[in-house]
């Protein structure tokens, strides 16, 4: 890639470019969210004070995207988890993964983030070791395992009285 590659924050009108990236690494993550979910938590994300959304472009072609929250808890206080790292596969292998991540711990120290987190699927144990590559970041293995529970959404208040 000979291209001057610009990485920024995400704007509203990057929505568009982003969601054939963020498809596209879904698949090769194996993570089911349908497409209306992708657009509605990508606006969600995007109006949040409390993520960072950043968008890698070569040129007006959009080629990578990562993706950063917040979340306050009694252990670490305020705490950062790295959710999203993708690089279209033609521009990997440049060190634009490395520059992605640096801007986003970048990013999450300056919010005052006390521990900053990262979560790897199975598929991407599999493809690539991305556990090597996280750990050049200074990450670790916890030995937490992570469980999931998907919400029904409100609970509805009890009428029984």
Known sequence: ???QIEIAAAKPDDAESLLPLIAAFFLEEGIETSLDAQRRNLLTMMAAPDSRILLAQ????PIAFATATLTRG???GLAAEIEDLYVVPEARGCGLARRLMDQLIDWCERQGAQEIIVVITPEGMEAI???AFYRRFGFRDSGRKLLYRTSAGPSQPSTKT
């Open 74 to 76: 009694i252990e670490f």
């Open 58 to 61: 070569a040129g007006s072609r």
């Open 1 to 3: 890639m000979v291209e």
């Open 129 to 131: 070791d991305l556990p």
